[in-house]
């Protein structure tokens, strides 16, 4: 399955300045996977050590915020929009 990520600007540098790629899965997992195979590192910038989502990274598949989905067994079907967007926080 073929999906397209759109990467945030701070993950850019794994990416080479791209702001959206192409990568392969079924699930997001798969996805997270094959994304760190091809921008090593890329994966731990997203999932904690625990191999969890981290705390302030959203993770969107289609318009759906993946917590309140499957997490990382959400299903990602072919032509499938994800987006990995780091929480903003301030004062």
């Excluded at 731990?44 to 990274?57: P, T």
């Excluded at 917590?67 to 926080?89: H, K, M």
């Amino acid at each position: 399955m073929s999906v397209n990520v759109r990467i945030p600007t701070i993950l850019r540098s794994y990416t080479s300045g791209e702001q959206e790629v192409s990568a392969e899965g079924a699930t997001l997992g798969e996805v997270i996977d094959d994304l760190d195979g091809r921008f090593a590192g890329i994966k731990g910038r997203i999932l904690d050590e625990s191999g969890r989502l981290r705390r302030f990274v959203n993770v969107y598949v289609g318009e759906e915020d993946v917590r309140f989905l499957g997490e990382l067994a959400t299903p990602t079907p072919d032509g499938t929009e994800i987006a990995v967007i780091p929480a903003v926080a301030g004062g």
